[in-house]
């Protein structure tokens, strides 16, 4: 004799239509609320995480990566280069605006069902079967983010693991046993045209409910939905091309990325320089996807007549020993670390400064400052001068990829297709 259970999983999971009734009737009402409230809960965080996410999408936007993040936190834990990346649009929308209005019609969805008898299982089957292509994204952008960016984002690693909790949850919601979870979601496609799934009326609903979103999103923020490669991709590349180039050795500098790499961008920076900054915060993160086919060199060009000949007055005071101090830091291999705390303390650069954050990541202090005061790190100083002025930089930062002069590093699209450009011609 079949027990109540068996009973109810032949109601569920018959040959052709899932027949729905109330939850109320099946399970206990208390672990009904506490799953609800669980589904509840995982949607909000997940909503939070996604607002978050499109807030850092904004001010990147805005301000470019002038600075980190409060979920940046290293080289490999980093949610700003993964933001950054090309993945993190589909066309011109943010992938987390698309998030945020998942997670709030999923919100809205759970609570419907919560207090709707008549059509609480259709809507929670529906919901379930949106949770599937949730976690198949989450499933593939974190294979992007680990295998292709080397990075991890904590906010997006937040969304990852809500989706699967929630398809963990959703078929207690539905009193499925996990052996019947692929036969109801297979009968559940299969009876898309029933009345009873009512799919055609939940999918009406979100289409509008998604369209209103990002007509709303378009509203808040129209300036990130433009594609700054509004030129045509050919025709952009195609002007890239036409740009003179320009041969010349590089010196030994410090290198990003693959040192063998075929494709070369070399960035002439000031330390003081406030668009150095935005390019110091920026650049990298952009390229985070390239760095195995791709050579990222960065060549001093202080805005200082102390140490530049290049330039006729100084601009910048402390630019010449920040310069320095960089190809000191160089030479005790601890140039990126260094390079992006003294960005962080552009404003109060002095020697002092300069020194403390030496020490502070572990450089040895005499020998630091004889460094700095050696005439062969002068002479380096001078090399990347000259080299700035036979290429005639004119200010900072100035970027030459392959040879080229190119204006538009700021632009992450722009830059992006013409790296791609250049690593697919290198091969």
Known sequence: MKDLRDARSENIISENIILFSPIENDINKKIVKKIFLSLLILSLIGLTAALLITKIHYRMDREGLMGKSFCSISEFVDCDAALSSRYAKVGSIPTSELGSLYYLFLTLGVLYAWGSTKSQKATLSFLFL????????????????VSKLHVLCLLCLTTYLVNLCLILIFPKALNLRTSQVLSFIGNYLKSLASQETRFAFHAIITFIFFGLGLITFFGLNPQIHKSYAEVPKEEYLKFFDSLPKKEFQIPDRPIWGN????????????????????????????????????????????????????????????????????????????????????????????????????????IDLPRFEQCLASEETTNLLKEDAELGKQLEVQGTPTVFINGHAFRDWSYPERLQLVIESEIQKAR
């Not at 949770?131 to 974190?142: D, E, G, I, K, N």
């Not at 190809?327 to 960005?343: M, N, P, R, V």
Request: positive net charge; contains cysteine; aromatic residues 16%.
């Open 130 to 145: 949106s949770s599937f292509f949730a976690l198949s994204y989450s499933l593939v952008m974190a294979w992007i983010s």
């Open 259 to 362: 040192k063998d790499a075929k494709v070369t961008l070399v960035e002439f920076s000031d330390f003081q320089c406030p668009f150095c900054k935005r390019a110091a915060f920026s650049l990298k993160p952009y390229l985070k996807s390239y760095r195995n086919n791709l050579k990222f060199v960065f060549v001093n060009f202080p805005l200082d007549s102390a140490c530049n000949p290049a330039v006729t007055a100084t601009i910048h005071p402390v630019a010449c020993l920040a310069a320095k101090a960089g190809l000191c830091s160089f030479k005790e291999g601890k140039f990126w670390e260094y390079h992006d705390l003294i960005f962080e303390n552009q404003k109060k650069l002095s020697r002092d400064t300069l020194l403390n954050l030496a020490q502070e990541i572990g």
